[in-house]
Every structure is written in structure tokens, then in C-alpha cells.
């Protein structure tokens, strides 16, 4: 049996202050109750209400509901044999959350996924996502002729590598590219070379060829200097005659590993002779790791990253001189920032540690899986670093305790990131500037909390508490894979107002803020 125990170490952190900002109010804007896809001109949300028939209950609300709004969304046919239903949750208020996935000859529709919200009257009381209109009318296949093993072995070849950090996943998908639509595979590995990455690779399931791809390990760059000296107190557990940073007193564990400056992960528990841990990247990652299991915990009600208590799994040391951090979906990897030359570990901020855990939420089965590219991938950015403003509050700073700020959600510009969508970059370097143009949703979401004025339009200030669950309830109920800036709007507003009511200051709030960066 192994014990648990508390135990001491020392590590530093520099804290900046924080900035204080006035707050005042002006009128929103009137929303809008339905706003449609540009491209595939059905809704992507619709805020009116519709009650469904007597005796019409659970999981058939959702394909009467279709069904009734065929001619809007453009559908022929059941709702059933075109959709189904991926997850269902019902909140503190009594509202079932289903997320719905578009299928076509009952193969998912990549990007085609809905939320459904329906109260305990079986009202559904809005709709967010995206369906893509007559399928039937184009020419898919819908049989693979090669197998998934050679899926992947495409995948391998085109990487150029020889094996991938852990087993691969790989499953079929409807997907739109080159003006068409293709049967392919979609193939999700890890890899630590040539480059830690994420994949996903698009491989059409006739022709074997790659479609598509893109490398979704979500990244915080930067430099820092050393680590100095407060004392932190965390778990640990007595492993084989030593102990090891190993929690089990939160969720399924939190467990700490270094790479030894080399590139196989998880690596090695890390272990001491003692109850006194003499490494300050693990300390921190470890104690770090603890503090946002606790936040996500007693804040948002949830049990780890994915809500089921799935462990938490850090590595340190990750390379030589490694100079980022990544999520790789699975688990969390620091370099060491060049510290051997007085630059310090990324484990030591923890808003990066909150960043990165954020992105597992976001790819959890029960929340948005925001696809890392164009507007999507901003807002998942985004999302990471506004729960990590809420989580290490003294500033709206990311990277300050790696002595190398790469973010300032107060004021983007001030990194070269954009404040409002007049400023918008079309770019397609970073994903579709994944990391650039988030500092638009973040600006709207400092203005939540803080309020001011800009670009002349007014908002009043509910707090960064209050925005931050405006954020995360929306990521987890109302976003959906494809969700773009318009729509992250929407869902915020919902989010507000089964939060704080219709009418509230914080549904106001929002709207305000949003308007504020240009977003309607």
C-alpha cells in the first residue's frame, strides 16, 4: 500500500502587480435570435424558444425539434438516421445539454456538431452548431478501401518517423476539402519528433493519399530567468522504499515525471530518498498541477481535466534547454527554458500549467473540442488563457513567472496581438493565426471582468470570478468543434443568462464587451 504525505520544498516565483481599471455602462446592442452560417446558410444559433408536443420527451425532443425546423436547416429526411446524439448533461438550473453530431450514412461529418438546450418543460431553449444542407445530393463514399493500420502507416510515412508517443487513434469521417467531400481517416498521434506535435492527419479512406493536416500540440513560448526560494507544501506518495510525486489524494492522481533532458515521456516518476524533493521544476509542476485540479474542482464542480477524474500527468525536463510547454492530449510537457544558462523552467508559472490543463478541457468529450485552427483555435487559445487569468489572478499577464510575458489579455496590442476585429490578420501562418488573433476574445473578456471603454462603446465590470464561468459554462455546454467569434459570443450570452438570468448586469455585460471588440 502506498502512504500519502506532505511534504516541503523550495522554489521561487516572481508575482507583477496588479492594475486597477475604472468601470461604467451603455446600452447593448439588440440580439439577434437567429444568426446563420455564412457558407452553409442554416443557423448556427437560434435563441427562440419551442416547446415540443405532448408525450414528446428526452432524446426525441431533440430529433422533433430537427425535424420541425427541417425547411431552416435544410435537412430531407429523419432527423434520427442524420444525427446522433454524442453526450447529454443536466446542470445545477435543469437544463440537458446534448451534443449532437451530424452524420451522413451514419459516418460523423467532421466540423458538423450541434448543441441542443432543453429545460425540465421540454422547451428547448436554444441551439448552437453547424449542419451542412444537402449531403444527399453529393457524391460521397461511404466505403473505405483500406483499413486503418494503413491509415496510419500513411500518417508515420509522411512524418518521417519510425514509431509515435503512444498508440494513434484512427477513425472514419465525411470531410470537405479540394471543393469535395472525401471518406477519410482521421488519424490523431503524438510525436516527439522531428517536433512534439498532435497530429491530426486527414487520409482519404479510397486512395490512401493525405488530404489534409495540421499540428495541434497547443504551444506557450518564451524565456525566463532562475528560480529562487518560498517553500511549497504538496502530497506525495512512499513508492518502493523512496517517494515519488505522486498525489493520490485528487481525482484518479496527479503524478510528476522527468525526461531527464531527454524526449521519451512520460519519463520517470520523479523520486526522492526523502520527504524534501530538491528538483524546482517538479516541485512546481507538481504543486502547480495540484492548485488547478483544486481550482477546476471547487470553482467549476469538475473532476480533472476530462470530469472524470482522469489523472493528471506532468513531465519535466523535456529536452535540452527545451524553451516551451505543450499539451500533446494526454498530458502536460515542460522544457527547461535553457535554465543552465539562468532561464527558468516552464513549470515554474502558473498560469502556464493552467493554460495547458485548459486545453484538455476544451478537447474533453463533454466540452466544445474547438477545432485548433482559424477562429476556432483562437477562441481555444483564448479560452486557456482566460481561465488561466482566473487561476493565477494577480494580473492579466501570460508568462510573467517565466520572466517572459507573451500575452497581456488588459491590452493585446501591447504583443502584437489584435484588440478588435477591424484589426482582424487573415493569415494562414499559426494554424490561421491561432495564437494571434485570440487577443480579440481576450480583450472582450478583460473588459467582463474589469470593464472600460473601447472603440467607444461602454462596459461595466462583473468581475474576472463571475467572467470566468461565463467562459467555461460555454465552453462545456453551448460551443461547439467549428464555433467562430460570432458564435462564441452567442454562447456566452446564454451562458450569462442561465448563470446570472435574462436581463442580468452580467448578460449586459457580455454583450457590451463583445460589441466592444466588434463582434455582433
Known sequence: MKKRLIVHATLSFVLLGATAFTTSVSAAPKDEKIQYNAKYKTPKYIGEVWRAPKNVKNEEVVWSYFNTKKDLFKLKGDAKNQFKIKTKKKDEKGITHYRVQQTYQGIPVYGADQTVHVDKDNQVTSYFGQVISDLSTQNIPTKASIKKDKAIEVVKKDLKVDKFDGTPEANLYIYFSDNKYHLVYIVKASTLYPEPGFWHYFVDATTGQVVDKFNSAHHVTGTGRGVHGDTKTFEVSSYQ????????????????????????????????????????????????????????????????????????????????????????????????????????????????????????????????????????????????????????????????????????????????????????????????????????????????????????????????AKMAKIFHKANLDYLYSNSDFSAARSACIQAATALYGAGSQEVQTVTNAFAAVGIH
Open 241 to 464: 522504499g523512496q517517494y515519488v510525486l505522486w498525489d493520490q489524494t485528487r481525482g484518479g492522481g496527479i503524478q510528476t515525471y522527468t525526461a531527464n533532458n531527454g524526449s521519451s515521456i512520460p519519463g520517470y516518476l520523479v523520486a526522492s530518498r526523502t520527504t524534501t524533493f530538491n528538483d524546482p521544476a517538479a516541485v512546481d509542476a507538481h504543486y502547480y498541477a495540484a492548485k488547478v485540479y483544486d481550482y477546476y474542482k471547487n470553482v467549476h464542480n469538475r473532476n480533472s481535466y476530462d470530469g472524470r477524474g482522469t489523472s493528471l500527468v506532468s513531465t519535466v525536463h523535456y529536452g535540452r534547454n527545451y524553451m516551451n510547454a505543450f499539451w500533446n492530449g494526454r498530458q502536460m510537457v515542460y522544457g527547461d527554458g535553457g535554465s543552465q544558462n539562468g532561464y527558468t523552467p516552464f513549470s515554474a508559472g502558473l498560469d502556464v500549467i493552467a493554460h495547458e490543463m485548459t486545453h484538455g478541457v476544451t478537447s474533453s468529450s463533454d466540452a466544445s473540442q474547438l477545432i485548433y485552427r482559424n477562429q476556432s483555435g483562437a477562441l481555444n487559445e483564448a479560452i486557456s488563457d482566460i481561465i488561466a487569468s482566473d487561476v493565477d489572478s494577480n494580473d492579466w499577464l501570460m508568462g510573467e513567472d517565466i520572466n517572459y510575458v507573451i500575452r497581456d489579455l488588459a491590452n493585446p496590442t501591447r504583443y502584437n496581438q489584435p484588440d478588435h476585429m477591424s484589426k482582424y490578420v487573415n493569415t494562414t501562418q499559426d494554424n490561421g493565426g491561432v495564437h494571434i488573433n485570440s487577443g480579440i476574445i481576450n480583450k472582450a473578456a478583460y473588459l467582463m471582468a474589469d470593464g472600460g471603454s473601447h472603440y467607444n462603446v461602454t462596459v461595466q465590470g462583473i468581475g474576472r
